[in-house]
């Protein structure tokens, strides 16, 4: 397990990121703290120079958010720092750790919930726009906990180190040399986008037996966007390739296939309907007063600005698990996002100004909510302004007959 750790640090340093100085900012939680201490070790040793932390604290934000008032939490300092605005100005790389805490911050009441999630976006919001203008390399990257993992195996002898296994294996990290077969997914990933660019979309029609039928529109100068033409691996894992949909043509309706996990937020059992780009209604059998918050922001936030292609037979999928944490849970099929849509998926965006963004179709918005739609049976037409169709995704898998090329996964077990 030593030997996967290292492989899975010097993953995340030489490959993940891609550093313009010597600068690296590492958001972590305390409970991982020996693993953070060794990449800190490795890093210097490749010459990074200038650190900046963000250690959380689950044990420590459960007690403040128990005797704090809504109006405290919103000025307390652990919601409200500027850590990550600092790193943003100073140019760093940034490594951000995910976990998850089951039902952690299950009694603490919805009010306070959301009063942390609002302060503490506010506190990303320099991170959020370079993140959308690409002008910044980062990696969401997980890590296992105790908590996380008893609950996912609750019979499991050695729950800790199986989901650490699987962390790593979801991350190629247990090959014998990650960076290439990165490398090699990587390349199969362009050919993809480079043929999804060619094609000339006009309109992207998802179908599935849950009951999706919803047709959207792409801007015209769209960009489908794979690992290669970004200067690092957002997330890793990652199984996507991505674009965005035009904001204002979005018709039909949407059920979701697994829960989202946003934030502080749990959400399951959702549908939308759409009319003109818009949300014009839905429902949740768990966590709807959070959709009914982050809907009331503003117009934006009822708007998407991603959809993500995923094949439904991934490695996290062929587990037969959600994990509650959307860095896995959104590999496990093909998944859209609310809020705002990545610049660099249109010609131009990243030169653009919000109102040519607006004009263009392009969503601007300060967050970013994924939720996953992929099921085995999903099916994506794509219809061409060439008045061609062609079925892109069939029994929810990527159509690779298109690019001449067998699935990436098709013969895993």
């Known amino acids: 397990m030593e030997e996967l750790r ?50 959380r604290d689950i044990a420590l934000e459960h007690k403040l958010l128990c005797k704090l008032s809504i109006q405290e939490i919103k000025t307390h300092p652990y919601f409200c720092n500027n850590v990550w605005n600092q790193a943003v100005e100073g140019n760093y790389a940034f490594l951000i750790e995910s976990t998850t805490f089951p039902h952690y911050l299950d009694d603490i009441e919805e009010d306070k919930i959301i009063a942390m999630n609002q302060t503490t976006m506010k506190t990303y919001s320099e991170y959020m726009k370079s993140v959308m203008n690409d002008s910044i390399s980062w990696t969401i990257f997980a890590l296992p906990n105790q908590l996380w993992a ?108 697994m829960p989202i996990t946003y934030l502080n937020y749990h959400i399951d059992k959702y549908w939308f309907k759409f009319s003109n780009g818009k949300v014009v209604d839905y429902d949740a059998e768990l966590g709807k007063e959070y959709l009914d918050e982050f809907f009331s922001r503003d117009d934006s936030h009822m708007r998407l600005g991603e959809i993500a292609i995923v094949d439904s037979n991934s490695p996290i999928s062929k587990t ?12 496990i099929g093909t998944h859209l996002a609310f809020g705002s849509a990545y610049q660099n998926t249109i010609q131009g965006g990243i030169k653009m100004d919000t ?17 996953t739609i992929g099921t085995s049976d999903l099916k994506i037409i794509a219809k061409t302004y060439d008045n061609y169709e062609f079925e892109i995704f069939k029994h929810g898998n990527f159509n690779y007959e298109l690019i001449n090329e067998d699935g990436p996964f098709d013969k895993d077990d």
Not at 320 to 331: R, S
Request: proline share 4%; aromatic share 14%.
């Open 6 to 55: 290292k492989k899975y640090i010097d993953l995340l340093l030489n490959k993940c990121i891609y550093p313009k100085n010597k600068s690296l900012f590492i958001s972590y939680e305390k409970e991982n703290i020996d693993f953070i201490t060794l990449l800190i070790q490795r890093a210097k040793q490749l010459g990074f120079e200038n650190f900046l932390m963000e250690e």
């Open 150 to 257: 008893k609950t996912l195996f609750p019979e499991e002898n050695y729950p800790y180190q199986k989901l650490e296994k699987l962390i790593y294996s979801f991350c190629m990290v247990d090959t014998t040399n990650p960076i290439e077969a990165w490398n090699q997914y990587i390349h199969l990933e362009k050919k993809k986008t480079i043929y999804l660019n060619q094609l000339n979309i006009k309109e992207l029609i998802f179908k599935n037996g849950l009951g999706t039928n919803i047709t959207i529109t792409l801007p015209q100068n769209y960009i489908f966007r794979s690992l290669e033409n970004n200067h690092c691996i957002e997330n890793i894992p990652i199984y996507s390739v991505w674009t965005l949909p035009h904001k204002y043509l979005v018709d039909g309706i949407i059920y979701g296939s």
């Open 355 to 371: 109102e040519e963004l607006d004009k263009s179709g392009c969503n601007v918005c300060s967050a970013h909510m994924d939720f």
């Open 320 to 331: 037969k698990m959600i994990y509650n944490n959307n860095l896995f849970d959104e590999n």
